[in-house]
């Protein structure tokens, strides 16, 4: 991604509630912030952005932009769409620290050529859609698809796909989806699985794991 003409942007103004740690963008995991571990995947890109909860201070010596957050995962990524400069942009969730740059290149790659795409991993477990308390159907896990950041778009399109949202009141915990509403198609490719994402304070001990193999 050396010298690549896209435009990162990381929403990271979520405060974490799930974990009860504070915002994620400052917590720490074998010695680096999850800010500073999402941004290792795009030290090549032009543009860094990243959206931290309001009234947070930007942490020193990131090479990166700084602006505050909106109330939902999706107002913040709209802010960091309007800073954006570049035609291309990655979205990552800070929450997701350990993508690696190849993923970032493999997405980049397919949104340059398609407009938009996502990367995606097969669904391990067996999943059923319980009936009250009991084991209910199961649902065919073949078909199923678990869906990852950086996602990547033309930003013209991701910006046309958000302000169609905030008129017709979409929400979207993605930005793919929101593409996809607007009637776009959205590329799918290969994902991650160190690529997870921390929610909750049993994912801590993984990253922590993860953290040290990356370190070493
Ligand atoms: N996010 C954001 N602005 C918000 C809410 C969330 O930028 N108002 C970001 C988070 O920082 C995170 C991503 O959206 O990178 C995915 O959100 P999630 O995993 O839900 O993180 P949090 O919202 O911080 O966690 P929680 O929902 O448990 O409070
Ligand atoms: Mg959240």
Avoid: C
């Avoid at 504070?22 to 995991?29: D, E, I, T, Y």
């Avoid at 740059?101 to 391990?124: F, I, M, S």
Wanted: a neutral charge.
């Amino acid at each position: 991604m050396r010298g690549v003409e896209v435009s990162v942007l990381i929403p990271a103004a979520g405060n974490g509630e799930r974990l009860g740690l504070g915002p994620k963008a400052f917590l720490r995991v074998g010695g680096k912030t999850l800010l500073e571990w999402s941004l290792l995947a795009f030290q090549e890109a032009a543009e860094v952005l990243v959206a931290l909860p309001p009234g947070a201070e930007p942490p020193p010596g990131l090479r990166a932009v700084f602006l505050e957050g909106g109330r939902t995962r999706q107002e913040s990524v709209a802010r960091l769409l309007e800073a954006a400069s570049l035609p291309l942009v990655l979205v990552h969730d800070v929450a997701r620290p350990f993508a690696s740059p190849a993923l970032a290149e493999r997405v980049l790659e397919a949104a340059r050529a398609t407009g938009a795409a996502v990367p995606v991993l097969p669904v391990p477990d067996t999943l059923v859609r319980p009936e009250g308390e009991a084991y209910g159907e199961v649902v065919p896990r073949e078909a199923l698809r678990l869906v990852q950041t950086p996602q990547g778009f033309f930003t013209a399109l991701l910006r046309e796909a958000h302000a169609y949202a905030r008129k017709r009141g979409l929400a979207a915990t993605d930005d793919a989806q929101l593409v996809r509403a607007l009637g776009y198609p959205v590329a799918l490719v290969e994902g991650e699985r160190t690529a997870f994402k921390i929610t909750y304070p049993e994912d801590l001990p993984l990253a922590e794991a993860v953290a040290k193999a990356w370190s070493g």
